[in-house]
């Protein structure tokens, strides 16, 4: 039985959930008024409401206490929003790409990660996505933050679209117990150096550039290790299939 103190607490978490749009909301009209890095740090924070709110619903059991509520979509419908539609709207606003690339280059990520969020596998047991989780919240804005080249910039978007159609697992880097304690140190500095570079105006220090590049180093490499694991695991089923044969 869950009791009233229970309910408030799943309602509470629901509508912190839910507030994720307005924080959204709040980067789109940054975007559309021309403050980049105002938009950025509001996509800082959807990113750190979105890495808290599942583990603490788990914690507090939600579905269990409000079951009318689907949690799960509420999040997928938040995150379309703060992490899809609204870095979508970055892109075209500060000319991150080639000249008469960016129609098609926003159709494609709106396209493929609207894919990616109705998959019914999207996650393995151990909680890793299969394929890059659209988290374009993250890609535009240390692209626009490192600001090294248009065609680059293109090649890098491209390359992740692809991903995300494939079965390539990525860590999710709160849930996945796997190496934990690195995941979360390397989001975190991957987000403090995004938040500092934003704050001070000023894309050219080179250290917090290094940390932009070097932090995602670690998920890159989390990523090829699992593949890695994954055909290990397969050529051992298959023998074992084919010397029972």
């Known amino acids: 039985m869950y009791t009233q103190r229970d309910v408030r607490a799943g309602w509470a978490l629901h509508a912190f959930t839910a507030s994720g749009v307005i924080v959204g909301m709040l980067g789109l009209q940054s975007i559309v008024e021309g403050h980049p ?13 979105d890495g808290i709110d599942g583990p603490i619903a788990r914690k507090i059991d939600v579905r269990g206490c409000i079951p009318h509520i689907d949690g799960n979509a509420l999040d997928l419908i938040v995150d379309y929003f703060t992490c899809t539609i609204v870095p979508v709207a970055f892109l075209d ?26 998959r019914t596998n999207m996650e393995t047991e151990d909680r890793w996505f299969r394929g890059f989780p659209a988290e374009w919240n993250v890609i535009i804005p240390t692209l626009y933050l490192l600001s090294d080249s248009k065609w680059l910039n293109l090649a890098v978007i491209a390359a992740l679209c692809v991903l995300t159609m494939m079965h390539v697992e990525f860590p999710h880097p709160v849930s996945v117990k796997e190496r934990r304690p690195m995941s979360l140190l390397c989001i975190i500095v991957w987000l403090g150096a995004m938040t500092t570079l934003a704050i001070e105006q000023d894309r050219q220090n080179r250290y917090l550039r290094a940390l932009l590049v070097l932090a995602p180093m670690w998920t890159v490499w989390q990523v090829i290790d699992r593949a890695r694991r994954n055909r290990s695991a397969a050529r051992v089923t298959a023998g074992a299939a084919s010397a029972q044969q």
């Open 37 to 49: 890095r105002a938009a950025i740090l509001w996509l800082v924070v959807a990113m750190v409401m």
């Open 93 to 118: 606003k500060f000319g991150l790409l080639p000249e008469n690339t960016v129609g098609v280059t926003g159709f494609v990520i709106l396209f493929t990660a609207a894919l990616w969020m109705a």
